[in-house]
Each structure stands twice: as structure tokens, then as C-alpha cells.
């Protein structure tokens, strides 16, 4: 078997208002070390169950800003990775990068590491919106990054950008589709700006100096996202995600279907599915765990043995249906029903049709020939049908 990993690097040139991520500003950051206590935790991991067995088809280095460490920090670990569990001679190998902390060579040393696949949070193109976003890059930085990404090799490209930000029209967030798809991206995501506790844009909306576009406008600005990347080439295949075929996130492809992925790093993530025989009854579907949040600790911890766990919750099979169905209602081709019948035992019907029947009565989610997907309304109210299978 094989599974995904996520590799967290918290640390981040300035810490932008609207980020809930665990990341910290850090003049600068201790990357040896940090370096050091992710081989120490991948070492451990391969050592024990559920992952000893089993090899890498994904690696997700995500933050934070990774494409702050050095490419021979990043090669160690990839070392490391491959020394501890085998990476898969397909595997994607994602690094997500500020477009104001790259250049050729870096990006070139990044390449001959292993990184087979760039993602930039470019966001927006428009100078005053990048600044507002307190990014510490301007759009001519980005479109420089995505060049020299291209000249350093990555055939794999990913722009993020960000709608629904104050001052934002509808016609500035085609203007940026329109921006990102012409450096020629294999891949878009567009993700609708929240405003989450704890950030600072979320302190000044409470203060009332800032305001949320109405929701009206938030709409028009998705549909129109919706619209106007697949007419670039980029058809949508998840709620925020868009490539064409065999161009997705592979690696978010394992989060999305519920599948067993590992973090590691500092607050990171983990999820292991438990095996089959053990799933039948119902009580014990999988387990999550995280590992302890602030950089520092974490250092502590993972230098000492390699563990760093600070909570984990073992899942039961309704939890897990619950978690499979909104998972995967996020991808446009939705769930085929078989699969979650393979994967509970238990038909969809035999859960969920109760709560399926009114929204699909009311044209919210489409039932057709053996899959379940949402309907272009769904779309829109997304969040308002995932909360039915809570
Ligand atoms: S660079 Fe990314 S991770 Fe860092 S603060 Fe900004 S949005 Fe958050």
C-alpha cells in the first residue's frame, strides 16, 4: 500500500492578516534543527504501524513557507523520506512557495532535490490587493517566480489565488483568472477569503474597519470564478480546485477521499484508516492525531525520540461515513456509491438516504447512474449541504 505525506514548515517572512494557518513570522529560523527533528519523526513513523509497511505516493511540503529552507534542507528530507519508507518512482513531490522568497537557482535546487511540483500563492494581481493581503511579494514578483519555476524545469505548476476581498469587483478577479492562466499553470485553486478567528482581519472586522463583501457579492464573485477558469482550459474537478485531467492535486486527491495520509511537523495532521477486517464492526473506523502546535515545542519534542503527538481521537464507522461523504461531495465527480460500500459495508442508502432524499428533492445534490455529486446549486451552498451529513 501506499500513502501521502504532509511535511509542515511553519516559519514565514511576515504573518499575512488573513492567515489562520500555524505559521509564524521568524527573522530567522532554526533550519537546521528543524530539519533535523522531521528526519528524527519520519525515522520513528517508519519504525512503527500503521505506516512501516508501505511506501510514498505523495509528499506535500506546506506551511508556513517552505520555499524559505535551503534546497539541501529539503533533499535531506526527501533523503530521509525515501531512506525510511520508499518513495513511489511516480510520486508527486509538491512545494508550496511565496513568489517573494524564490529565484532560479533555488528554484532549480529544488528540482534536482526531488520537488516535482510548485504551488505559488500568487493570489491576487492587482498591487493594492496584494497589499491589503499584507503579502510580501507584488504581482511582477509572481509572474517572474512562474517563470523562472518554468526555465528551472517544473512542468507542474499551481497558482493559488484569493476572491471576495474587500475593494475586490467581479472584474478584478477575472482580470487575475485571466492573469494566472496566461503564465500557463497546470493548475488554478481559488479559494473565497474568510474571515477567521484569531487573524487579524478577523480582530479588525470585530473593531468594524473592516467589512466582508456582502454575501451576494461573494456569490457572484464564485460563479464567475467558476465560469471563467474552465473557459481558460482549467475545467473545476473540487469545490476550489481546478486542472485539467491527470493534472489534479494528487496529493489533496488522499484528503478529499478520506484516505490515510501522515503529517509531520510542527500542528500537523494525521489520519490512518483502519484495516477492513476492523472496520466491519462499526467501532473502529480510523484515527486521527496531531502533533503538538508551536514550532518551538515541537522542536523539543520530536529531538527527543521523534514523537511529537499532542492529541489524538480514534474515529467509529457514523463519524466516518459522516466524514466520507461531505470529503468527497467537495469533488465535482462527487462519490461512486460503490466505493462507500467498499468502504463501510454498508450501502449509501442504508445510512444516509433520509437525509440525501430532501436535498436531492431540492436540486442540491444529484444522484445519477452509481454516483452522488452536488448539482451546480449545491455548488453554491455547499457548506449548508455538508452540514446535513454532520
Ligand atoms: S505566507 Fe502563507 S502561511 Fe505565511 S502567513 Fe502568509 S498566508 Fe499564512
Redesign the pocket.
Known amino acids: 500500500m501506499s500513502f501521502s505525506l504532509y511535511i509542515h514548515i511553519p516559519y514565514?517572512q511576515?504573518?499575512?492578516p488573513?492567515?489562520d494557518?500555524n505559521?509564524y513570522?521568524a527573522p530567522a529560523w532554526p533550519e537546521a534543527d528543524y530539519t533535523q527533528a522531521l528526519i528524527a519523526e519520519l525515522g520513528r513513523r517508519a519504525s512503527e504501524p500503521p505506516f512501516a509497511e508501505d511506501t510514498l505516493r505523495t509528499i506535500f511540503f506546506g506551511?508556513?513557507?517552505p520555499s524559505l529552507f535551503a534546497p539541501h534542507s529539503i533533499g535531506a528530507i526527501l533523503d530521509a523520506a525515501d531512506r525510511s519508507f520508499g518513495i513511489d518512482r511516480d510520486a508527486e513531490i509538491t512545494l508550496e512557495a511565496?513568489p517573494g522568497t524564490v529565484n532560479l537557482s533555488k528554484l532549480a535546487g529544488m528540482r534536482a532535490a526531488g520537488v516535482n511540483r510548485i504551488s505559488f500563492?500568487a493570489q491576487s494581481f492587482d498591487d493594492r490587493i496584494l497589499k491589503l493581503l499584507?503579502?510580501i511579494h507584488d504581482a511582477a514578483e509572481t509572474r517572474e517566480a512562474a517563470l523562472l519555476a518554468h526555465r528551472a524545469g517544473f512542468t507542474r505548476l499551481n497558482l493559488d489565488l484569493i476572491f471576495a476581498v474587500p475593494g475586490q469587483t467581479v472584474a478584478g478577479v477575472i482580470d487575475d483568472i485571466g492573469q494566472a492562466a496566461a503564465l500557463e499553470p497546470d493548475h488554478i485553486s481559488a479559494y473565497n477569503l474568510t474571515f477567521e478567528e484569531g487573524t487579524a482581519f478577523f480582530a479588525e472586522m470585530k473593531r468594524g474597519r473592516m467589512k466582508p463583501l456582502a454575501n451576494e457579492e461573494q456569490a457572484a464573485m464564485y460563479a464567475a470564478v467558476r465560469d471563467e477558469i474552465p473557459a481558460r482550459g482549467y475545467p473545476m474537478y473540487e469545490i476550489s480546485n481546478y486542472a485539467p485531467a491527470g493534472h489534479e492535486a494528487r496529493h489533496n486527491l488522499t484528503y478529499w477521499r478520506a484516505e490515510t495520509y501522515l503529517g509531520i511537523g510542527a500542528g500537523a495532521h494525521s489520519f490512518a484508516l483502519a484495516q477492513r477486517d476492523s472496520r466491519a464492526s462499526g467501532d473502529h473506523y480510523g484515527r486521527r492525531w496531531w502533533n503538538e502546535r508551536s514550532p518551538a515545542r515541537y522542536l523539543e519534542m520530536a529531538r527527543c525520540g521523534g514523537m511529537a503527538e499532542s492529541g489524538a481521537e480514534e474515529i467509529n464507522g457514523a463519524t466516518g461515513a459522516s466524514e466520507f461523504v461531505f470529503l468527497n461531495l467537495r469533488l465535482r465527480a462527487g462519490f461512486a456509491l460503490a466505493d462507500f460500500e467498499e468502504r463501510f459495508g454498508r450501502s449509501f442508502d442504508d445510512i444516509f438516504a433520509g437525509r440525501a432524499a430532501p436535498l436531492i428533492d431540492g436540486g442540491l445534490l444529484v444522484r445519477r447512474k452509481d454516483r452522488v455529486f452536488l448539482s451546480e446549486r449545491g455548488l453554491e451552498l455547499a457548506d449548508s449541504v455538508f452540514a446535513e451529513f454532520v
Do not use: L
Request: with cysteine; glycine share 24%.
Open positions: 514565514c511576515a504573518k499575512c488573513y492567515c494557518f505559521s513570522a506551511g508556513g513557507t511565496n500563492g499584507g503579502r
